[in-house]
């Protein structure tokens, strides 16, 4: 490693592939010097020097010769000497890290001057006030970042000189005064106890050094951390030589997109500043004109920038964002690399490009982020035309909506049912509460993380939803909600903007993005390159037919547990779980069935020629039972007060609720009483669930459907509690079908670890296996979601434990081993078996990259994100095969 | 297998180790007829044909005309022929499972007479009434058996001829009586609509399959499940030439011991009928006579016996259970097995056969069975002295206790202050009332299953329990317990004994067994044998002493958070917990490491020479508050009653502490905030238990002993987050030692499947794993313990969804396959890594010989069950590599 490592690659020696090892900028010079266009020579510093830096505290034995040896060749191809004469070269110490990192990263401009060479330079240039100009720039780079000092003292000393001297503008300060304001910028230096050297090379050397230590400064690891950026990879540095875009009329810089990021649409798009350098236009002191001036004002240069950028478009296949400045009239690029864009502008790129030929179909799908498709799929406020938010909090499920403010949920079903718009506003949402968010515009929590139950109900049913916003205290004595600085009372109008977190006072303006032709063709697009199954999870036939228009080929999890949630349904439900016999229980389910009947033909008749697939009941019987602190609370309320025979009624039908309740309570329900466990104590629930499925499935056929009916049985841990359902089961699924023909299948989820390991003996009863990631991801990391969420989860993300959220992006070194074990497991003892994944990670874009590699059929994601599914899918299947 | 299956074995044909094939009664008929002892000619059908009979319905085809073939043989051999003339062969069908399953299985005799040929019979045996008396008993168990008729009935018969004949015994009956007892037998048959075939070949046929369908009995069903044996094995059938123990008084029939299995004395032991058939001893109808007694009737029998006894012990190397018949003076031997025998007889024989020669140390430790030592290590109720129980319960920790009733905890302190011993009764007990457990003699509880709180706290203090009594109600207002029939006051004596379940009133004679020198020498052959280290779970100084008398090899895990339970600590716990500054916990923590420091000197001390593995604090934080719905019944409670400014104080302390219970409550805390998250979150306490831990070490090594402490985290599910927390403390470390040296390992619990998935990465942080297979049933099953056993985990085990009770005994398939993972990942890391196992399961036999079979160093146990664990460990190095 010492001897041979190669730290340091003149741009003739690198190209685009090696970004890792060069940085964005260093492998986007090499590039372009590769073929041939114009740059400032230069060399890059690698990435692993920067590594090795950090490690040992110094550069790597010979570094820094090999550094001087770079120079030596800058100076030969340049006819220059490094801070000397008779020619001087300067030199842009520049960082560039593997991924882009805008404005993180520091830079210093003008490296190799001091007060000898100025004179020097003023003479080679014949203009003093540039050359005096360059070198106050230099100084006040070099102290800010190199030395640490602050930016402002030398700011307030530029300011200061142009108010005594009654000016504006920089540019209007002359020779004398940047000479003077150089004494001054040497003062500050000198007070602060620091020394700006003078020789070039311990500046370069400086320079370097404070290059890498930017890779650690605040900012750099707050960005890494949000945009899950690793901290082990490091920057580069590029040496670069100066070229001027201050020297004069002729002169300027500026930055270009190759075609316009907002709208896709083919035009060069930027703008530049004559004679200026790099950080004026991002000091934003002088407007910049649009880049079709310089077509008038610099002709030759503007043909060269045009040519530069379609070479550069059809070079990398893609839109650029390019850094070039004109010295003298000469154009040179400084940077080039993929621009950001809207989602609207990613969409119409991707197929123009595909259109010209640039791209095929599967190259043109890697085009869009994922997640860009939410800016399409959901209205948003329109900022432009809004006031100030009034609270913020997380962007839990995006869109916006606005109604009148309801502080719960049976409220938010009367203002409907008057034909109000409503915003379920609450400290949390619980299961009781769907009913309420069913019918409201919007959501909105004190509490709960993304994955909390109001997020992902919200997210389910395709509501805005703002979640664990600290900025709002509900008062329900006053009934009216504490935002930051306002009061509103229950009933005062909201908007809820789910896309950016942000809660509006009113009713503000939503623009409503359009699905255009652009987006059903890339998705048609996305089809053809993907073999991913993408299907959708949908608890209501209103779900269903959602996600049959966003492209959903089947429902992937129909939840049936929901069902029982309805105002009429749930009194029986309850009704059930409190009845002792099996009679009693019977005959309540008996009144149940027909209810779900009624939702299956709804899915089959939707899904006509697609798979349904139907989990039968889920969670804890407990879950449908009012929660116990209330009861007990409510008794101890009701004795006190009792008076009337009324009340001793209530206490009574309390108290035996209330046993109920206590004989079902568990300490951890998540790992209790529920699933298929309850499907093996108490049979004749899902035996009503089958006859239901099968009945609505045999009705819709008869209607001329193509019906494909799945019977999924959730939480199987031992293939000998499946065989003794499928058993079970059997029996009232040969008296519907009574010889009728129906092809059906029968399988289970697969949510636990032990489901996973023993899936090889599972896969001899089940037709399919459905990955539960939520579950699985609990059991696997012993993180109950409710709990982790709430307290140490964001402690572990801040720390960097896990780089991300597992419940939003598979955990693929736990989880996803244990889905990898499993699939080996069941394929080799049922080799057509049907693998998929219906948990929330169905919907997140590296999560289904991770399922497409590992093998699967098909995700199942939640109507919404069913095209981002899609897309993930597409980009999946034309990937390298990675390592995971 | 249609074709080629051997289906009927001759007794020449098999041998002892073929007892899977042809059951342990054929194996053993075969064997002794291989090594040329005299036993009646015959052939076996071996449970595949059995298990061909259940799987089709039918016999396997082919097999009927080879039994045919066989009785030919055996007609050959005896010169008799099968139910003709001149000679009668006579036949019993006798069940044999590969297991002993005494008297579970059904067995016909005197099979092949009829109407006809008892006559014959008659005449040949010279002896009519035992011609007919053979017949009757044919028919009344052909009847019972094959025909399925109940048995009272005919008894009936018999009965009613006696008292006609004001007769006592069956001997008595004459031949006349036995032919009108046939007719009337056949009249009970006839009337029953059923058949007795005359045909002795279509006799055989109907016994083969009834005794095939015994498998499948209730009874059978039921026996298997309560000893854990396979469904799938079957039966085989043995058919055996009849010989007659009742021909005169020349003839017996008898069972015999090759010692004697209560106290393992080197003396034949058993009894024999004079003039009997088998079933007559089994009836009781005659007293038997000592086998002593045949030395002086029929001495040349006793003669062949003594020879037959000494020949089988030595060549089955093991005490011998033999059943014999005499005919006539000649003696015949019709079974062989291995003796049942108490606990302090399998030591001594064990022993004895070692001394002897037969046997060597890892064949010896093969004679106790590990959980046999209980019975030698506790007290128990003197059965004999004591009178009928008042309730019974689940055995859930061995050895009898007796003391006065106490219904909470703390009345138990207060009661032990004054001298007195208490048995605490409750419905179930909690964290909290640990303290009284320790106290009290012996717990009682109403709920809860094996390994309910009460049950684990109470093994692990080895205190005797039982729990889940539904005979016993409390009754909190008059301050008393309502046992079935009796009601006792608060401070009324009762003994409970946990190796069998009983309560009983009052104070009730015990017997203590003495570990006498056998124990000593057994455990110390144990030793000599295993390759596991066997160490032990302890919570307290008391709990370690125990363990090393017990033979610990050390502290494989010291839980410290039972050390902030105690009355003085649990305050500080809480306040510590309330508080919201760090400051103030850090001030909080430096008054509880004393306390934490002296219990570890405590624990360095006892265990001088062996390592102390401390787990930090692991349970979620507001496990040491009190219950949330207690707080909230008791603030309302409180306002409504409100009159006092006391009151209003008390009121405004609960809501406070409520305020925190909440912001501490989980949904699931099982897999909540606790174990190293609570370290990563709060790093203060872990490292003041640290800092005790290195200075108690360093102190008793001052002392000159030899301290080997080894700190482990518990749930760990990550390498980044040990990481963090080892770097953490590494400065605590390093300030305590201040240079001093002291040897230290830094490791891990595995509790997580994540744990275990990502083992090779952890290992690189860690120099020890110890499986907490409790938690790791939990989470890779999803079986929440305290959950499930209270509600579906009996129905599973009922329907043999399970064999066993997964924290009873390790789940291999799923829990121990995450363990090889763990184990290979872990080793390929850091191959001198040492990897054991502290749940419950380290002292569960047959856990810990899966831990023996997967590599494991080491296993750690309750102090009381070290033995066992050692024993189990012993016999794990003597087997042959079986696959799990």
Redesign the interface.
Known sequence: MLTNTKYVYNFEEGDKNMKLLLGGKGAGLAEMTRIGLRTPPGFTITTEACNYYFKNNKLPPGLWDTIVQSVKTLEAKTGRVFGGAPKILLVSVRSGAPVSMPGMLDTVLNLGMNDQNVELFSKESNNPRFAWDSYRRFIQMFARIVLGLKGNKFDEVIEKKKKELNLTNDFELSEKDWKEIVQEFKQIIRSAGKELPNDPYRQLELAINAVFDSWKNDRAVVYRRINKISDTMGTAVSVVTMVYGNLGTNSATGVVFTRDPNTGEKKLYGEYLNNAQGEDVVAGIRTPSAVEKLKSEIPNAYTELKRSADILEEHYKDVQDIEFTIQDGTFYLLQTRSAKRSAAAALKIALDLRMEGILTDGEAVNLVQPEQLNQLLHPQVDTKRAGSPIAKGLAASPGAGAGKIVLDPDEAVKMKEKGEKVVLVRNETLADDVHGIAVSEAVLTARGGMTSHAAVVARAMGKPAIVGSEDLKIDLDKRGVNFKQDFMWEHQEVTVDGTTGLVFKGNVPLTIPELGNEFREFMEMCRRVKRLGVLANANTPEEAILARKNGAEGIGLARTERMFLGAERIPIMREMIMSDTLEERKSLLEKLLPLQYNDFVEFFRTMDGFPVIIRLLDPPLHEFLPK??EL??GI??TR?KRKSQAKDKKLKEDEEVLRKVNSLA????????RGI??G??YPEIYEMQVRAILRAALKVKEEGKTVIPEIMIP?T??A??LK?VRERLQKAIDEELKGKELKYKFGTMI????GA??AG?IAEVAEFFSFGTN?LT???????R???EA??LP??LE????KVNPFESL?K???G??MKICFERGVKARPDIEIGICGEHGGDPDSVKFCHRIGLKYVSASPYRVPIAILAAAQANTESKEVN
Chains 1, 2 share one sequence.
């Open positions: 116990k602190e007990m609370v101890v309320e006190h568990e300490f951890n329900p998540m790992i209790g009483f466990r309850v093996v104590v939480l841990i031992e000998n509690e003794l949510e636990t670890p032990r390991l023993t003996e579950d609990q059991m696997t990391l012993g993180f109950s409710d709990d982790v307290t140490f402690k572990y720390q960097g434990i896990f955990d070194n736990g989880v081993e244990l």
